[in-house]
């Protein structure tokens, strides 16, 4: 093989490297970042989520679903991990964030007061103590 097939054969590989980094770099990895980004987690996921919620609640608080406004079951992207924001219909502008520990059970992660954080020492609070304790 001659100098000037060498030169041609490195130029194809770089012109296909070139383009094949290009197409990497501007369409695959973000529409990857995208979806990634989007991923709210599975809906089957998050009604279970939900359900055990309500289970717990049933079992160890002796409450129905009749004793919230809302129950939600979501999906925290940081965390990699599901919650339930559940709002009781005796304080409807306050919101308790569950965290499942890793027996299955709830434990009281946060709570939000007109979309706010809020101190869980807070004397207004009428439901901090549900589930209050991490490892129940």
């Known amino acids: 093989m001659d100098v000037q097939n060498k030169k041609y054969i490195a130029l194809c590989f770089s012109i296909v490297c070139i383009v094949l980094i290009s197409w990497l770099y501007f369409y695959y990895i973000p529409q990857r970042v995208v979806e990634s980004m989007d991923?709210?987690?599975?809906?089957e996921e998050?009604?279970?989520v939900r359900?055990?919620?309500?289970?717990e609640m049933q079992t160890k608080e002796s409450l129905t679903k009749d004793y919230f406004l809302e129950i939600v079951g979501d999906y925290d992207v940081k965390?990699?991990?599901y919650f339930v924001k559940a709002i009781y219909k005796d304080e409807p502008n306050v919101i308790y964030i569950y965290y499942k520990n890793e027996n299955g059970g709830f434990w009281l992660?946060?709570?939000?007061k007109d979309g706010k954080p809020t101190d869980e020492s807070a004397n207004e609070l009428k439901n901090k103590h549900r589930l209050a304790i991490k490892y129940s």
């Open 51 to 55: 359900e055990n919620f309500l289970e």
């Open 39 to 43: 991923y709210r987690g599975e809906v």
């Open 109 to 112: 992660g946060h709570i939000l």
């Open 46 to 48: 998050k009604i279970k």
């Open 79 to 81: 965390t990699n991990n």
